[in-house]
């Protein structure tokens, strides 16, 4: 495939993580950031490649993963509204609320309708203005510019019965949440090349002195992951901690103002609550005072008031997966009683979740014995 297959060569690949091997001298622990690369490193064996003392360890990257069962239950609570109309992107479907899922409250009738766009969504409220549509608004820096211009553009052409519910998280307050950790083990992160697409990188350079520690913002491919690695590994080797920047044919230091412009335009920044991490300081975005009256939880606060409270179910241990503190093998249920037919926590339901890569790619790793 053009422009792909130069970064997926196997030539390649075997020479840097032929060069990485001769620069280690150490164990480091990395993290990569994003769900994407975590599947990419998974799929295409990057960590086996490695030497035995670099251990990749997985971030909370995955917007399905880290989207508070709270936001679960209460988009279920708007999606049996009557006569309402709840619009997701398709992973959010399956992502287990304290009692049940979006997918089995459409199964007893509620309205839920999967749309591949915010805009689809606007367009559904367009065509239907006798119905509340809601979009469930989730996702870091990447969805959040298209986001905000849907609910700009419902303000701007007067859609009364268009809103949102917010669910929307900021990467950089979630790597500092990390390495502030008293269990904290990175010592370099892989940060998510397209969320500093939108952002740029100059906000990474303060947690980087602070915390001493390598930044490298790195794409999704084979090649991008193995140079991401070998950036920090020489860093690391050399004690450097600076924030380098692999995926140049992507990301520049600011980003992309345009989008920048739309998020300040429409959100604020807030504490956020993060599915296995806990509560965040200003790691959120919410509808600012201009654009109130689209937030859903405000417009249908009498039809929520009465919904029970959330309880987390027990035994994931994905947040402490999150952290990079432990890894899916390590979790009693993985491939027993939780699956991608059965997921008990958020890690198993998404496509970018690090469960569902181990059970896609590793889930027979050491049930197999040679005769
Ligand atoms: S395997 Fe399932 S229960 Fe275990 S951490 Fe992953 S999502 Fe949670």
Known sequence: MKFMAEYRDPV?????????????????VLMEICGGQTHSIIRYGIDQMLPDRIELVHGPGCPVCVTPIEKIDCA???AKIPDLIFCTFGDMLRVPGSRQDLF????????????YSPMD????????????????????????????MAIYMARKKGIPN?????????????????LSSAENRVQGFLAAGHVCAVMGYNEYAPISAKYRIPIVITGFEPIDLLEGIFLVVRQLEQGRFEVENQYTRAV?????????????????????????????????????????????EIRFEDEL???????????????????????????EAFDKVCHPDNPLGATMVSNEGACAAYWKYRRFEGKITEK
Not at 104 to 115: E, F, L, P, Y
Not at 124 to 142: D, M, Q, S
Not at 305 to 331: M, V
């Open 252 to 296: 520049s230091a600011d980003g992309n103002p345009v989008a920048q412009d739309i998020l300040k335009e429409v959100f604020v920044i807030t504490k956020k609550e993060w599915r296995g991490l806990g509560a965040i300081e200003a790691s959120g975005l919410k509808l600012n005072e201009a654009y109130r009256n689209f937030d859903a």
């Open 76 to 78: 279920i609570a708007l």
């Open 305 to 331: 008031a009465g919904r029970e409270l959330s309880a987390s179910p027990i035994n994931c241990i994905s947040g402490l997966i999150l952290q990079g503190i432990r890894k899916p093998h390590d979790c």
């Open 104 to 115: 089995s409250a459409k199964a007893q009738g509620a309205d839920v309708r999967i749309v």
């Open 12 to 28: 390649r690949a075997a020479k840097i993580a032929d060069s990485i091997r001769r620069l280690c001298t150490r164990p480091w």
């Open 121 to 148: 969504a606007l367009q559904l409220a367009e065509k239907n203005p006798g119905r509340e549509v809601v979009f469930f608004a989730i996702g870091f820096e990447t969805t959040a510019p298209a986001n905000a």
């Open 162 to 178: 268009f809103s949102v519910l917010v669910s929307h998280v900021l990467v950089p307050p979630a790597m500092e949440s990390i």
